[in-house]
């Protein structure tokens, strides 16, 4: 049994923002034809953004104050 990881991934976080700014995050990767199980996003410890494909609904979004997410 081997070990599977990510290949190429990249992610894209602004260094700084002003309050109120807009900022977009991305995360891109190669799964190598493998099926996606889930993306997260944390502001510290607490996770403000899931999706997970398999579920319905496949997007969920979590209340932090400061983050406002448009899932559009």
């Known amino acids: 049994m081997g070990v599977k990881a990510l290949k190429d991934v990249s992610v894209t976080i602004p260094p700084a923002a002003r309050i109120m700014d807009t900022v977009t995050l991305q ?6 034809g493998e099926p996606l ?3 997260k996003w944390y502001k510290g410890p ?10 319905h609904p496949n997007t969920q979004v979590f209340p932090l104050p ?5 899932v559009s």
């Not at 995360?27 to 190598?32: G, S």
């Open 66 to 70: 400061g983050i406002d997410v448009d």
């Open 46 to 55: 607490k996770e403000f953004y899931r999706y997970i494909p398999k579920e």
């Open 37 to 39: 199980y889930t993306v």
């Open 27 to 32: 995360c891109k990767y190669d799964l190598e």
